[in-house]
């Protein structure tokens, strides 16, 4: 990998940060009884751009500005909004993380997101762009020291070992299907990978790389394993299933392509980005599968592409 191909904190961290860390949970709601008129001074006096329609605490549909100015332009009589308000509500859920509200952003272009918590869908935030971007900065600004100090205070880690050859092996077990549980070990062995004091752009790129093969894991598997060798130079990353295989790797290679059946998506997963954004955070990978007897995936991570990039 070009050392200039940099991944930068932000990155990682919305790949770290939930949703319902940033969101904002005091939520203004309307009921579907309201009539439009009644919107319009709600709208007025509390400059909302629009609001979450809730009946006897379930969410079941969105009122916006959009929508008011539909009718008013329509000249239609007076009527509850529930006969204008928008069903089809995209969610997020408050365990998703912020690459996935990201992603929605983008593909839709909302200017706010519902989120609901996955397994009661009860009402719990809602999300914007702004919110995004004021969380990041929080923790950008949290980390900083934290990062910076813990660096120089182990950074002889591999150094300090009296030995001809140092090798570090950890493994950690996937359950497949296993959605509360998502992201779990790429998180932990982001954490180890910071207390062994690398570069904080190796660190990014493994903890990135081995969330979206985790995913993959989760999404497509009964489960497997993710086997981490560490060395002075080199860290490598194995990951092993034996679920369906991939038929087609330069298929599933191409960006946006996924075959994750529609439950999974309505979970906020299976976006299609997980093996191409792999590549582009490996300095090598190595990628086998056979129909029916599973996959086997290598992502090699050279700890000089890290040190050879300033930290962003």
Not at 24 to 50: A, C, Q, W, Y
Not at 191 to 201: F, Y
Request: charged fraction near 30%; proline fraction near 4%; hydrophobic fraction near 35%.
């Amino acid at each position: 990998m070009a050392p200039n191909n940099k991944i930068s904190k932000i990155q990682e961290l919305v790949y770290e940060i939930r949703v319902g860390e940033v969101m904002k949970k005091d939520v203004f709601t309307v009921s579907p009884r309201t009539h439009m008129s009644v919107l319009r001074v709600i709208l007025k006096e509390n400059r909302f751009s629009g609001a979450p329609v809730i009946d006897k605490g379930e969410l079941i549909g969105i009122i916006s500005i959009e929508d008011f100015i539909k009718w008013l332009a329509g000249r239609e009589e007076d009527c509850p909004i529930s006969e204008k308000m928008t069903r089809n509500v995209s969610t997020l859920y408050t365990d998703e993380p912020l690459t996935n509200a990201i992603s929605k952003f983008d593909q839709h272009g909302f200017g706010r997101l519902i989120v609901i918590d996955r397994y009661s869908k009860k009402l719990e935030g809602i999300l914007t762009k702004g919110d995004i971007v004021e969380g990041l900065l929080k923790k950008l600004e949290i980390d900083y020291d934290d990062e910076e100090s813990r660096r120089l205070r182990i950074q002889h880690f591999f150094e300090d070992i009296s030995a001809d050859k140092t090798v570090l092996l950890f493994q950690y077990d996937v359950i497949g299907h296993d959605f509360k549980r998502a992201g779990e070990c790429s998180s932990r062995l982001k954490a180890t990978l910071k207390r062994l004091g690398l570069h904080p752009q190796t660190t990014r790129r493994v903890a990135i790389a081995t969330y979206e093969a985790e995913m993959n894991l989760i999404i497509y598997t009964d489960g497997g394993h993710i086997r981490v060798r560490v060395e002075p130079h080199e860290i490598l990353v194995r990951v092993e299933d034996s679920g369906p295989g991939i038929p087609d790797i330069e298929k599933a290679l191409q960006p946006g392509y996924s075959t994750a059946p529609e439950w999974v998506r309505e979970l906020g997963f299976g976006a299609g980005m997980g093996l191409n954004n792999i590549r582009k955070c490996a300095s090598k990978m190595d990628l086998r599968s056979t129909a029916g007897k599973g996959t086997r995936l290598g992502i090699y991570v050279s700890v000089e592409d890290g040190a050879g990039c300033e930290a962003n």
